[in-house]
């Protein structure tokens, strides 16, 4: 029976679309998704969060194909003669329930299963289980939203219930619900218990941050609320039974706003195990990236041995992977004692062997207040002043630069400024370079506004 329900009925568009079109959206384009310790495939909460992510889109489509879908038999004119036989309402509405339950939970378990393996692959050797409940609740909102849609269209079978309900859901959880994603924690526009009963969620940025207990609890009894009217709408055959029909969805809405954080410092937490330290001597990385420790350890000793030798007791004593929230753009929590490390820094994520001890030296020396990543961009003129302090550093007779040089009118002026900073740099006595250096890392450290390439020349600040 299922079968033939899943062959002469157009369930299984709902989950194709679910499947092709996410795959559509994150694989042909290189995007933010791709890169960083929050890339869709870099980690498996990461991964899970920007799947979910992506019931913005699929959301409200799989509202209106549940609704299209519950229409078939007002279409086919079939009501009144599927009313008059034996068969209990409930059993009826069973079928093309679970063919449609079906579909989308393959669909979004093929997109997992595309992420996982690439994950599983990849770079990292954490495997928290906190990503489950994440993706798992993308589940459940898929099927109750569909559901809901087929209940809809059952209580009002006309030809605008379906296209009604797409844009109405669109609206209340594109606009409405929606949440911002650039502060430290991503925030909504509205009151938070709101917010979270939209089940996309947002693209994440930080690697970090998790959902909280509370929100898979909260969300899971709503959505179990609106999975059971949409179900009960669909097996309804009274005026009556459609109005009790309504009980699951406001019981639901009632135990979830109960149960959600008020507040969202307590919705999106910070996972304390792939954040705790592992290290090697004074080189620490977080958990979930210390698959990265065997390269960056002996790298990292190297540069704080060059920093020794360069700053005396003023050198950091050790380096630290970054586990500091900060909204987009936000400053960094740098420090003189400790060698900031982080894995989405432009420089750090194309460096290997003997060029990420280079990177580090120059974090050492004049660390970039703001961050020079895929998402924040910026980062030129700070990487002029840090390559000519790495080189001073280690001892190079030409300016190194820390990445390849823009081509571009600003990026052709910015090095040749850092040339002639150089030079004239080098043609000082020991004691003044030194001095020279230690002064653009003070201004570095306050994150002191203007560019710091003049003040190895000798200039003011611009």
Known sequence: MLGIELRRSAAPLAGLLVLTGSLAVLCPVDGVWWRGGAGWTAQWTSMALWTRSLLGFWWPLVVGLGALYGLRDSRSRM??????????????????????????????????????????????????????????????????????????????????????????????????????????????????RLVLMAPAGVEPREMLLTLAGRV??????????????????????????????????????????????????????????????????????????????????????????????SLGDLAPSSVREDTALRAQGGPRDISADVVLLDFDETLVAR????????????????????????????????????????????GDTRLTPLEEPGTDEYAVRAWAEAEAAWTKLTALPPAEQRARILQVRDASLACAPGFHVPLLAGAASR
Do not use: K
């Open 79 to 192: 009501t009144e003669l599927l009313a008059s036989t034996p068969r209990p309402a409930w059993r009826r509405a069973a079928l093309p329930a679970g063919a449609t339950a079906l579909v989308l939970v393959l669909g979004f378990g093929l997109l997992l299963l595309v992420g996982g393996v690439q994950v599983a692959v990849g770079g990292t050797d954490y495997l928290p289980l906190g990503w489950l409940p994440i993706s798992l609740v993308a589940m459940l909102a898929l099927v109750a939203g569909a559901l809901f849609g087929m209940g809809v269209a059952r209580a009002l079978p006309s030809v605008l219930t379906p296209p009604a309900l797409a844009v109405g859901v669109l609206l209340m959880t594109g606009l409405l619900l929606r949440q911002n994603a650039e502060g430290e924690r991503p925030v909504g526009r509205t009151v938070n």
């Open 351 to 394: 460096a290997t062997g003997g060029q990420l001890a280079r990177v580090l030296v120059a974090q050492g020396l004049a660390p970039n207040c703001r961050g020079h990543n895929p998402r924040e961009g910026g980062g030129q003129d700070d990487v002029a002043a840090q390559s000519i302090a790495a080189s001073w550093a280690l």
């Open 216 to 309: 898979h609890l909260g969300q899971t009894l709503w959505l179990l609320g609106l999975l059971a009217t949409g179900f009960a709408l669909l097996a309804a055959a009274s005026r009556r039974a459609r109005l009790f029909a309504l009980v699951p969805v406001l019981a639901g809405a009632a135990l979830a706003l109960l149960v959600l954080p008020a507040d969202p410092r307590d919705t999106w937490v910070v996972d304390r195990a792939a954040a705790s330290p592992v290290c090697d001597g004074p080189v620490c990385v977080t958990r979930a990236n210390r698959s990265h420790l065997a390269e960056v350890a002996p790298q990292g000793r190297e540069a704080l041995r060059v920093l020794r030798d």
